[in-house]
């Protein structure tokens, strides 16, 4: 599998450009998403935004564009009132969508770059307490867990695997227990398509839950179904030392696809303004992480079109240089 990501970025010049925020734009575009399934909702109430959002980052020089099923189960749309199969059909739908912005350019834009264009399923973590000492008790919960944590994904693998994605992006990753169920589900329901693993860190060395990084990125380094490693949803100041840590554990290429650094008020359930950086800031660091080993970049929450046009045309100036030293 890891020929195929190799194959790609060969194809794009040696780095690759991911899409933007989803769910930020979809509420540019008036969406409301104070809903458990966040953008995820408007998979039933709004699918025509979801697609033009994806148009937007097409048309703006993303190679990568990430479907809307970051928070879509099965168990979460059932609890709006679907059946087993109307939400197996909604996290098709998330595919499906994304095929038709990608047909859609296909149409307006003859272009190399449209024309590489992959899909990805994105989801986040399954919310989990777990006990934090190492007993024997202890242990076995966190066996528990793995086993859990498996149940519950293991048909929404299925589904997005075979639904018409090129890869399977397991984002926002928090700690080495989710990283090790998603390695292992992997490996059990022998999937097809090739897969990501991305973690995310509130202070720069270590994954949000406090797990070392190293040791997350090392079990996503063992498993054959993965075939890029890397950070998302994370300030980008930072994201220079995050990836000198991922560096010393794996080979595979590595991924970045960092917030704004704003910061998000739980309780009030918005963005505090003046708190992230600018466009012009963000793209300030993108030939550092590209020059210590990143080979696919783009954007989190709160990022843009915008954004993504404007990495795409820092890359795209690199990529001379990096082919001269393949």
């Known amino acids: 599998m890891s020929s195929l990501m ?6 794009t010049g040696g780095t690759a450009v991911i899409d933007g925020g989803l769910a930020t734009e979809l509420e540019r575009h008036g969406a409301d998403l104070n809903d458990p399934l966040w953008s995820a909702k408007c998979l039933f109430s709004s699918p025509h935004l979801i697609r033009q959002v994806h148009l937007d980052y097409l ?5 990568i564009i990430i479907t809307a099923s970051y928070q879509a189960t099965i168990q979460g749309f059932k609890a709006k009132g679907y059946s087993d199969e109307e939400s197996e059909g909604l996290l098709r739908r998330s595919v499906e969508i994304a095929c038709e912005a990608r047909e859609v350019m296909g149409l307006m834009v003859e272009s190399s770059n449209n024309d590489l264009s992959w899909l ?16 024997t008790v202890g242990i076995m919960v966190m066996l528990s867990l793995v086993e859990t944590l498996k149940d519950f994904h293991r ?3 299925q589904i ?6 090129d890869l399977l992006a397991f984002e926002t990753v928090p700690n080495k227990l989710e990283a090790e ?12 398509i090739p897969a990501w693993f991305s973690f995310n860190s509130k202070d720069g060395v270590n994954v949000v839950s406090g797990d070392s990084l190293m040791e997350c990125g090392s079990i996503a380094e063992s498993c054959n179904k993965v075939v890029a490693v890397g950070i998302n ?9 995050l990836i000198v840590l991922l560096k010393k554990v794996t080979t595979k290429p590595i991924v970045i696809y960092p917030n704004s650094g704003e910061t998000y008020d739980a309780d009030l359930k918005e963005w505090v303004q003046n708190t992230g950086v600018t466009d012009e800031d963000f793209i300030s660091y993108v030939n550092k992480w590209c020059e210590l080993g990143a080979s696919l970049v783009g954007g989190c929450c709160r990022t843009t079109p915008a954004t993504i046009r404007k990495i795409y045309r820092t890359l795209s100036g690199r990529q001379f240089a990096i082919l001269a030293t393949k």
């Open 6 to 11: 190799a194959d790609f970025l060969r194809q």
């Open 160 to 165: 997005l695997a075979e639904s018409g994605a």
């Open 233 to 241: 949803c994370t300030p980008p100041r930072f994201i220079h030392g």
């Open 59 to 63: 048309e703006n020089g993303a190679d």
């Open 181 to 192: 169920a998603y390695a292992q589900l992997l490996e059990e329901e022998d999937i097809k």
């Open 155 to 157: 048909r929404r693998v």
């Open 120 to 135: 990805q399923h994105q989801w986040g973590a399954m919310e989990l307490i777990w006990p934090t000492d190492q007993s």
